[in-house]
């Protein structure tokens, strides 16, 4: 018998949201990641940093001009909270450094209720930010490809930003958005819970519980609707000085200036807005096989089942992990009732999976994980 068997896991879970790396398995409206910033170091499990003035990624003062130069040292952890500092100093060229984090390859998420408790700096020139990019630039370059700022404030942080970016490659990128003002709160005296919900075409952002936008409406010029939203994206923090939109630091400006984060929670959504529990059409199981009739061990097939409640074509399409198609299959028309399709998966690596399924103007969608 061979041994392949015993180290062979299958894992099958409807996915409101998608998560890389560690990957934590929940249902409903409840907690699947967050970060509560314990301890006296930033967990790398969680983040990689972001380092210097974005020239080597290709994107000298990060695309905004800004006056920063990022550095690990310019994030701490302490008394529960990650701290990204800002400081008038020079270093690599620059005459300002900060810090700036992201999640990716380490927590991707495709829809979901992202959450996090924060404390904004104040003074000319600055410029926190809570938001996410895509994982991969599936649609193109910025900004065909998405951007979601879920907060964002700049000087003296009397306003928050919400916003998506979307469009076509820059400069044919657009951007909507709207602002909050709590009736003159001044952001950076306490904390305040900034929230944004993300289905496939519903898009919200909230302040301390008050909804303040709504999006369902973008495009992108490298796909349909709902693209670029469809796709995994990560989170980033940061605290940029200086830029297009806040303009310079001055006089006034006081520095050190902190970014405080107490927590961020990330949450799977109960509802998605048609795409599970359809009548219309129900995903029964599916399942990565080994298919033993194969001489090679490592030969498997996945089985979906599913049912129709009226006659209708169905297409399947299989993405990786980064949203790309690696599977189509488009079977006839159907009839009502229940249904199954297997294909071979024998070059599939292990790693996470996900589908739609579509019958007629319903689908639905599932995450499969294979690990060998």
Request: net charge negative; charged share 20%; with cysteine.
């Amino acid at each position: 018998m061979y041994s392949y068997i015993k180290r062979t896991y299958i894992i099958s879970l409807c996915f409101p949201l998608l998560l890389a790396g560690n990957v934590i398995f929940a249902q409903g409206d409840s907690l699947v990641w967050s970060d509560e910033f314990e301890g006296s170091e930033v967990n790398m499990d969680n983040w990689s940093f972001q380092i210097g003035d974005g020239t080597s990624e290709g994107i000298p003062g990060w695309g905004n001009n800004e006056l920063e130069y990022y550095r690990a040292e310019n994030a701490t952890v302490d008394s529960g909270y990650l701290i990204i500092t800002a400081k008038k100093e020079n270093y690599g060229g620059k005459n300002y450094t900060s810090a700036r984090l992201r999640t990716i390859h380490k927590a991707d998420f495709l829809y979901g209720k992202f959450k996090a408790r924060i404390k904004l700096p104040r003074g000319q020139g600055m410029w926190p930010a809570f938001w996410m990019l895509p994982t991969d630039q599936f649609y193109g370059g910025w900004a065909a490809s998405g951007e979601i700022d879920i907060m964002e404030a700049v000087n003296i942080p009397t306003e928050i930003h919400g916003t998506i970016h979307y469009g076509g490659e820059w400069p044919e990128n657009v951007k909507s958005g709207a602002g909050y003002t709590g009736g003159g709160t001044d952001f950076s005296e306490d904390f305040h819970i900034y929230t944004f919900e993300w289905r496939p075409t519903e898009l919200k952002w909230y302040v301390d519980g008050n909804l303040f936008s709504t999006k369902t409406s973008w495009w992108s010029s490298g796909g349909d609707y709902p693209a670029p939203f469809d796709k995994p994206f990560h989170l980033i923090v940061n605290l940029a000085v200086g830029g297009n939109w806040p303009g310079a630091p001055d006089e006034s400006t006081e520095f050190p200036q902190s970014l405080f984060i107490d927590w961020i929670r990330v949450y799977q959504l109960e509802d998605t807005t048609g795409i599970e529990n359809s009548d219309d059409l129900k995903v029964l199981s599916n399942r990565f096989v080994l298919d033993q009739n194969y001489p090679n061990p490592y030969n498997s097939r996945t089985i979906i089942s599913y049912q129709l409640k009226t006659k209708s074509a169905v297409t399947l399409t299989i993405y990786n992990l980064a949203g790309r198609e690696v599977k189509k299959l488009i079977n006839a028309q159907q009839n009502a009732g229940k249904h199954s399709v297997s294909f071979d998966a024998t070059n599939f690596a292990s790693g996470i999976y996900f589908y739609k399924l579509k019958a007629g103007s319903f689908e639905q969608s599932r995450k499969m994980i294979l690990l060998r």
